[in-house]
């Protein structure tokens, strides 16, 4: 799949933000950001004095009040611009998602069967529990109308539109790929699916309400770092409100000097206030859902994103998640006298009815092994034996011929029943499978065992790799499943993982996610399964594959569109990424202010306190340069901070000792150094066109 490109400012984007940043210049909206409603306040006091200093003496030149008017109203409008960008970008994402949810028709099935009679309904008025029939070329134009289940048929289905994958996936009935969803196209075959979504409650719905809401849901931490910027704001902002009635105090019992301007106290109040970081915040939020979308991956909020940076524990289902779906045929083997080919030429007639993605992987290797084509069945008059819980096998009599796939134990009793024996060499192939974590099925033609089929789970592809990966990240790998313990061990073995556990009941897989949270650990966990869904409920990062069940989807917070279970990778960089993006910038932020001390303190009080010179480190041209260079540079820094801000900080996989010197150095030492370069290059400009 070809990951979508980062670009901040799309045309299609821009005008759109820019009437929104006009718009909410309303007092109602900027309310909501305490930071910028002070920078409002102020734009709008300077914009005053100007129009003061115009018709009559102000506190300073009417040229400089509106010079810091200017930028004070830039600062604001850019901020308002900036968030309605970062918005911007998710009400695209969820126009798109809207034009996935067209009214078509559906072929509503009177009864659950392929070929049975049906009417042709509008989508809106399926409901759940409602079966139809969708199939290449038919009326409704092959769409699946809503999200359902498959119960019978199999089919290539094309969910690139909600993926951005181009490859077709195959959904089929039974096992952990039966799940699709409306809005997705069948291009080949035919599919029964039952309903189990009402309208506007589909995973559509859903997307496009999660893309939506991602502005207005933050995190505990960006709640904490909300609080911490209104209450610096509040003191600095008495801090000032005192310094006009003593900066005159000062001045008349000295007998010299002049009081500081109301403009210079204003300018002086938004240079110093939090407003970098203030500006910044929505945008590293929406940042990361975005980066979860650029993932394939739909967020439910922020907290998810969030919580997915500081994850240390990894619970992963096994079937779907670590392993492709169910277990597949690997191969055929002989019981002593008896030929591999005779071998799979049984095990394929028994399973010509056999509907599972077990026996449809036992025709395929008779296929490609043995190059044994399907027969007709039909011709072949036969009476299938369809498998039940309590024969635990299956089979096929035709004529005199009875052929039987099942259990070891139950293959045994039925040979024995008909007065055969169990060939010892069959019994030690049947501990061999065993131990390799494979599952044994036996065949056998009458009182005759033929030998054994080698079922066994594919682990992903790459898997162990990525694995490593999470580990030197400090995420600890569990594999949580209900098949036995060697099985288990040896899936685990080959994966990769650091820990298993075995024979897990979904209570067990709670208990495992509750036991990881009482010890301090925030635990995420991958899987597909209805048995997962209340262990995905519990856990702090929850990730559901796209192919999973609604119970599973409905129950996590992130849903994996392409289905990849290394795909947690990703998840966990961009957690991480967000963090640090955050992180980094309120410390860039906050060492911005030390260069403004020395550029706008030395320029409001040097007339009152001539000593106050000697902080012009910089040496600016004169005190208006001073403040007004440090306005100009507070709010051309935001310009430069938003790329980086949409865009996040690239992660990499080091410990905490390695990364807080580089950031302090970068960030830290960067943040001091920048504004001293940045404000001087602005005052040597301002003395260029005459306005120092």
């Known amino acids: 799949m070809t990951r979508k490109t980062f670009t901040p400012f799309v045309s299609s984007l821009v005008r759109p933000a820019a009437i929104d940043a006009l718009r909410n210049l309303d007092p109602r909206v900027l309310w909501h950001n305490p930071v910028m409603f002070v920078v409002y306040a102020a734009a709008i006091v300077t914009t005053g004095l100007w129009v003061q200093a115009l ?87 092959s769409l699946i109308p809503v999200d359902g289940e498959v119960i019978e048929g199999v089919a290539s289905v094309d969910e690139s539109a909600i993926t951005g994958e181009s490859a077709p996936v195959i959904r089929e009935a039974g096992g952990d790929f039966s799940a699709v969803t409306g809005g997705t196209r069948v291009i080949s075959d035919w599919m029964v699916v039952r309903i189990t979504a009402n309208p506007g409650e589909t995973f559509i719905d859903r997307m496009i309400a999660m893309v939506e809401n991602a502005k207005r849901q933050k995190t505990p931490n960006e709640v904490a770092l909300s609080i911490l910027l209104v209450a610096l704001t509040m003191v600095f902002y008495g801090v000032i409100v005192k310094l006009l009635p003593y900066s005159s105090f000062i001045v008349a019992a000295a007998e010299s000097g002049t009081p500081i301007s109301l403009t210079v106290l204003v ?60 277990r597949h045929a690997s191969a055929f083997l002989a019981a002593p006298g008896v030929k591999e080919v005779e071998l799979a030429d049984a095990a394929q007639l028994a399973s010509l009815a056999d509907e599972t993605p077990e026996g449809r992987s036992i025709v395929r290797l008779t296929q490609q092994q043995f190059d044994l084509r399907q027969r007709d069945i039909h011709a072949l008059d036969p009476h299938f034996l369809h498998f039940s819980a309590h024969t635990r096998m299956s089979g096929v009599d035709m004529g005199e011929r009875q052929v039987r796939k099942g259990a070891a134990e139950a293959i045994r009793a039925y040979v024995e029943s008909l007065g055969g024996t169990f060939p010892p060499r069959v019994l030690a192939t ?57 099985t288990a061990a040896t899936i685990a073995a080959e994966a990769g993982v650091d820990d298993f556990l075995a024979e897990a009941t979904p209570d067990d897989k709670l208990a495992l996610v509750r036991r990881h949270q009482s010890e301090g650990r925030l635990v995420a966990m991958a899987g597909d399964g209805a048995k997962d869904a209340p262990a995905l409920a519990q856990a702090d990062v929850a990730v559901v594959m796209n192919s999973g069940t609604q119970a599973a989807k409905e129950a996590g917070n992130m849903v994996d569109l392409d289905s990849t279970p290394t795909k947690l990778i990703e998840v966990v960089e961009t957690g991480k ?21 020395f550029a706008v303190i030395p320029a409001a009080f040097v007339t009152t306190y001539p000593e106050l010179g000697a902080l012009n480190v910089m040496g600016l041209a004169s005190p208006n340069s001073a403040i007004l260079s440090t306005v100009i540079f507070n709010a051309l820094i935001i310009v ?48 260029v066109v005459g306005l120092a």
Not at 454 to 469: D, H, P, S, T
Not at 581 to 590: E, K, M, V, Y
Not at 645 to 662: D, E, I, M, T
Request: contains cysteine; positive net charge; hydrophobic residues 50%.
């Open 55 to 141: 018709s009559r003496e102000g506190d300073a030149s009417a040229g400089f009040i509106l010079t810091v008017s200017f930028w004070l109203w830039f600062t604001v409008l850019f901020a308002n611009f900036a968030e309605a960008l970062t918005e911007g970008r998710s009400k695209a994402q969820a126009a798109f998602l809207k034009e996935l949810k067209k009214e078509t028709w559906a072929k509503r099935l009177r009864e659950p069967r392929y070929g049975a009679e049906w009417q042709l309904v509008h989508t809106s008025d399926l409901r759940r529990g409602d079966v139809v029939v969708v199939e290449v070329g038919d009326l409704a134009n």
């Open 267 to 326: 300018a002086l109040l938004v240079c110093l206030i939090p407003t970098t970081i203030a500006n910044l915040l929505s945008a590293v939020r929406v940042a990361g859902m975005s980066g979860m979308r650029q993932a394939n991956v739909i967020a439910t909020s922020g907290r998810a994103v969030e919580a997915a940076g500081d994850v240390d524990v990894l619970l992963l289902d096994k079937t779907g998640t670590i392993t492709s779906g169910n």
């Open 430 to 486: 049947l501990e061999e499978v065993a131990r390799r974590g494979s599952t044994p099925l036996v065949v056998a033609e009458g009182t005759h065992v033929l030998g054994v089929i080698e079922l066994k789970y594919v682990v992903e592809g790459g898997i162990k790799e990525r694995f490593a990966e999470l580990r030197r990240m400090g995420v600890k790998t569990v594999m949580v499943t209900g098949d036995k313990h060697m």
């Open 577 to 597: 990424q967000m963090r640090m993006a955050r992180g980094s910038l309120t410390l860039f932020a906050i060492a911005n202010d030390i260069a403004k001390y």
């Open 640 to 687: 430069f901070l938003i790329p980086l801000a949409l865009k996040g900080l690239r992660y990499r996989p080091v410990g905490v000792a390695s990364l807080l010197p580089r950031n302090l150095l970068i960030y830290g030492l960067g943040g001091v150094m920048v504004p001293f370069i940045g404000i001087k290059l602005i005052d040597i400009a301002l003395s």
